[in-house]
């Protein structure tokens, strides 16, 4: 009797375990332990969002207000912040040198923006404060030119309004509201790699190559899982 008893105890936990599991897509139950955090200003933060979603080794994205003194910056009060990305990434996949050529590659380092748009890094800590350094004195060598990217450390993060995160999800209500009967609201939402992905998909951003072996894993109903698929092909 007590060896019954402990078997059922044993199959209740594994139970309760897998329907832990399934209150989130796979893909956002598999995110590793050891993530750094990275903050690029390049242009409008909803096209800089898409293209690190999509990205191999960076797990959670989101758009905010940063650089600036100005305590609790809003879209329309912004003071003196840039629009930023603040992503989150296994250095064991990508290292920071590599999220530095994604920034780099997606504009244009050489224009002198207003302030809201500028091209900027902001840093965590002195190891990518030197890597930065070190990358824009060799890109700006290489063209005889000085670029007008910032360097500076990061103060504070302030997220954006919900109407700016994963913006391009949330311009596809169906893709959206299978992701949604996971989460709560798009404010938990905005950490799931899956919405990560399907913005940057969406967005016409991103690795194929990537998501086309991870999708399943998005936790999408079989409708939206085709749609997806059609989308890869």
């Not at 650089?67 to 879209?75: A, I, V």
């Not at 005889?144 to 994963?166: C, G, N, P, W």
């Not at 996971?182 to 905005?190: A, P, V």
């Not at 998909?201 to 999408?220: F, H, N, Q, T």
């Amino acid at each position: 009797m007590k060896q019954f008893l402990s078997t059922i105890m044993i199959f209740s936990l594994l139970g309760v375990f897998a329907m832990a599991n399934s209150e989130k897509p796979a893909i956002d139950i598999d995110v590793p332990s050891t993530l750094e955090k990275a903050t690029f200003g390049l242009g409008c933060f909803w096209g800089s969002e898409a293209v690190f979603g999509g990205t191999r080794g960076i797990y959670k994205t989101s758009v905010g207000y940063a650089g600036g003194t100005k305590e609790n910056p809003s879209y329309f009060s912004l003071g003196d912040h840039t629009e930023v990305v603040q992503i989150e990434f296994d250095p064991s996949e990508i290292t920071y040198e590599a999220l530095l050529e994604v920034f780099w590659s997606s504009h244009n380092a050489y224009i002198d923006y207003k302030r809201q748009y500028m091209s900027i890094i902001l840093y965590h800590n002195a190891d990518q404060r030197d890597v930065a350094e070190e990358f824009i004195a060799l890109k700006e060598s290489e063209r005889d030119m000085k670029s007008a990217t910032e360097i500076s450390q990061i103060v504070e993060f302030y997220r954006a309004e919900d109407y700016h995160l994963k913006f391009y999800l949330q311009r596809d209500r169906g893709l959206l509201n299978d992701l949604l009967g996971f989460y709560g609201d798009i404010f938990e939402l905005d950490s799931s790699t899956a919405a990560a992905r399907l913005n940057s998909l969406l967005a016409g951003k991103g690795d194929r190559d990537l998501m086309r072996a991870e999708y399943i894993s998005y936790g999408l109903q079989e409708g939206n899982l085709q749609k997806v698929s059609r989308m890869l092909e």
